[in-house]
């Protein structure tokens, strides 16, 4: 089970959470304006990085909020948990 | 005393004759002490060039080695693997193997694969073990009877047996099977697949390593790939490992929960996301399970092995992992599901867990066929139910790979799929029967 560090009610047990996926994918501005290829892409394309991945996570059973976390998925062990909005606290561009 | 391979050998290999097994070979061996058994692949150093290389020595990488030698006469390849043979999920399913799925693309595929299982033990002269046990999927409510029954009707249209049980025709068929009023979720009717079953799944590599190694394919363990080499046109032209450069024009890549990391090599992003997938054996037990019993309402599946371990699966975690492990608490549900259903079992001991890292689909399909990198294969997405498509999935990445096209059963499994939103939607039919 994950202790999974929520930024306002600290590190809370998995149970309480709902898991978001890989975080930053941003829903492009203008679909109408977008290739197939890069629709496809925003839907289904993932980084599934082995190492440092950036997720968000809903702390459903607890204050009921979004926020985004650093965990490295070989370790699972977490790294950084930042709001909504932030950049990634390591500062690389994909998770 | 054994046979060699069929002919058309090219190239400086040094191919042994396959050490046959049988009954009388057995007893032959028995009564010299068990002395002179051979090593059933040779280890050899890999070579500077290949025609193909297959990145991955699970079950799916071997066996698209040994058709691509068998059916399509390319000798001069070889199959890389990160660990040892069958160490990744091959070695980390339930073993479970059905064709029932519900869409015709994957009625195609997976009846394809469990056609040839049929005819496997003989084939490789390697005993699977493959049982036709019968696979029997529960329904637990009025909604569940009305899509099993879809499904049956779906398969049956398309030739793959599968019927329809009442409860006590299903408990008639695995007497411990509760059908009282007494559950939380009442049996209310199953969907069975006799066709259905399991194999040894270790057996599975080892068949295909010592077939495909009797063609004269190089089978090399600990051996990472680590990047992938290409041309200045794109195409692919070598795989960079831990055991040095090796030139391929064409790489099948068969790498499961790996394959994201295996297709960044070539800076390609693809839709999957890997997830551990935990599965439990018990201490074993004498023969009281006679099929393979799965329910999708209460996420549990349960079969019998012979060595009378009783093999549950889990489901998967939620997150994204390469740890092979997950967590207790899933698997504490499965077993919570497994004893309501099976009072008998509540008093067992499990002996081991695991995890497998599984590569997942937003459609629950696989991706089988080309890249838009030239010469790269892709064999990946299988998810939580790969080890039943083994020999189909083998043999349509050996075709694909050697014809640089689709075969028109994988055609549809594309990764194109994705851009142009043509899903084989099986997230029913997959989501808990691995």
């Known amino acids: 089970m994950l202790l999974v560090p929520c930024p306002w009610c600290g590190p809370r047990p998995e149970v309480e959470f709902r898991y978001g996926g890989e975080a930053h994918i941003v829903r492009p501005a203008d679909p109408e304006a977008v290739t197939d290829e890069e629709w496809g892409e925003f839907l289904y394309a993932r980084t599934n990085?082995?190492?440092?991945?950036?997720?968000?996570?809903?702390?459903?059973?607890?204050?009921?909020?979004?926020?985004?976390?650093?965990?490295?998925?070989?370790?699972?062990?977490?790294?950084?948990?930042?709001?909504?909005?932030?950049?990634?606290?390591?500062?690389?561009?994909?998770? | 005393m054994g046979e060699v391979g069929a002919g058309?050998?090219?190239?400086?290999?040094?191919?042994?004759?396959?050490?046959?097994?049988?009954?009388?070979?057995?007893?032959?061996?028995?009564?010299?002490?068990?002395?002179?058994?051979?090593?059933?692949?040779?280890?050899?150093?890999?070579?500077?060039?290949?025609?193909?290389?297959?990145?991955?020595?699970?079950?799916?990488?071997?066996?698209?080695?040994?058709?691509?030698?068998?059916?399509?006469?390319?000798?001069?390849?070889a199959v890389l693997e990160r660990g040892w043979l069958g160490g990744g999920n091959t070695g980390r399913n339930t073993a479970i193997i059905r064709s029932n799925?519900?869409?015709?693309?994957?009625?195609?595929?997976?009846?394809?694969?469990?056609?040839?299982?049929?005819?496997?033990?003989?084939?490789?002269?390697?005993?699977?073990?493959?049982?036709?046990?019968?696979?029997?999927?529960l329904a637990h409510s009025v909604h569940e009877v009305g899509i099993s029954k879809r499904h049956v009707f779906a398969n049956r249209l398309a030739g793959i047996d599968s019927e329809w049980l009442t409860p006590a025709e299903a408990k008639a068929f695995c007497p411990p099977l509760r059908i009282d009023g007494g559950l939380r979720y009442?049996?209310?009717?199953?969907?069975?697949?006799?066709?259905?079953?399991?194999?040894?799944?270790?057996?599975?590599?080892?068949?295909?390593?010592?077939a495909a190694d009797a063609l004269g394919v190089d089978i090399i363990q600990n051996c990472e790939v680590t990047a992938i080499r290409r041309d200045t046109r794109g195409a692919v032209t070598a795989v960079e490992t831990t055991r040095g450069t090796i030139r391929a024009a064409r790489i099948g890549v068969s790498a499961a929960g790996h394959t994201s990391v295996v297709m960044a090599m070539a800076g390609l992003r693809i839709p999957i996301e890997s997830y551990p997938l935990q599965a439990l054996v018990s201490e074993p037990v004498k023969p009281v399970f006679p099929c393979v019993v799965m329910s999708n309402t209460i996420h549990a599946y349960?079969?019998?092995?012979?060595?009378?371990?009783?093999?549950?699966?889990?489901?998967?975690?939620?997150?994204?992992?390469?740890?092979?492990?997950?967590?207790?608490?899933?698997?504490?549900?499965?077993?919570?599901?497994?004893?309501?259903?099976?009072?008998?079992?509540?008093?067992?001991?499990?002996?081991?867990?695991?995890?497998?890292?599984?590569?997942?689909?937003?459609?629950?399909?696989?991706?089988?066929?080309?890249?838009?990198?030239?010469?790269?294969?892709?064999?990946?997405?299988?998810?939580?139910?790969?080890?039943?498509?083994?020999?189909?999935?083998?043999?349509?990445?050996a075709w694909t790979i050697a014809k640089d096209e689709p075969h028109p059963i994988n055609a549809p499994f594309s990764l194109e799929r994705f851009r142009d939103g043509r899903m084989i939607d099986e997230a029913a039919a997959a989501g808990v029967a691995h």
């Not at chain 1, 979004?66 to 690389?92: K, M």
Request: hydrophobic share 40%; net charge positive.
């Open chain 2, 8 to 77: 058309g050998r090219r190239g400086v290999h040094s191919v042994r004759p396959l050490q046959r097994f049988s009954g009388f070979g057995l007893l032959r061996h028995a009564f010299r002490g068990h002395r002179d058994w051979r090593a059933q692949w040779r280890a050899p150093e890999p070579r500077a060039a290949y025609d193909a290389v297959i990145v991955g020595g699970g079950g799916h990488g071997l066996g698209a080695a040994y058709y691509l030698a068998k059916e399509h006469g390319m000798r001069n390849i």
């Open chain 2, 186 to 210: 009442p049996v209310l009717g199953a969907a069975l697949q006799r066709r259905a079953g399991i194999a040894r799944h270790d057996a599975v590599a080892w068949g295909y390593a010592r």
């Open chain 2, 302 to 397: 349960i079969s019998q092995s012979d060595k009378g371990e009783l093999v549950i699966g889990a489901g998967t975690d939620a997150y994204v992992s390469y740890s092979q492990r997950g967590a207790l608490w899933v698997t504490t549900e499965a077993l919570a599901a497994i004893t309501e259903l099976f009072p008998i079992f509540r008093r067992l001991r499990m002996l081991r867990a695991w995890g497998g890292i599984v590569d997942v689909t937003r459609d629950r399909s696989p991706i089988l066929g080309k890249t838009p990198v030239k010469g790269l294969y892709v064999n990946c997405g299988w998810g939580t139910g790969g080890f039943k498509a083994t020999p189909g999935a083998a043999h349509l990445l």
């Open chain 1, 49 to 95: 990085p082995k190492g440092a991945h950036a997720e968000r996570w809903y702390h459903l059973h607890g204050c009921g909020r979004f926020f985004n976390a650093l965990r490295d998925t070989v370790s699972d062990r977490f790294t950084a948990s930042y709001e909504i909005g932030a950049p990634r606290p390591d500062g690389a561009e994909k998770s």
């Open chain 2, 101 to 137: 799925y519900l869409c015709e693309e994957s009625e195609a595929i997976y009846e394809h694969a469990l056609t040839l299982w049929e005819g496997l033990s003989r084939d490789l002269n390697y005993n699977v073990m493959f049982s036709q046990r019968g696979v029997l999927m």
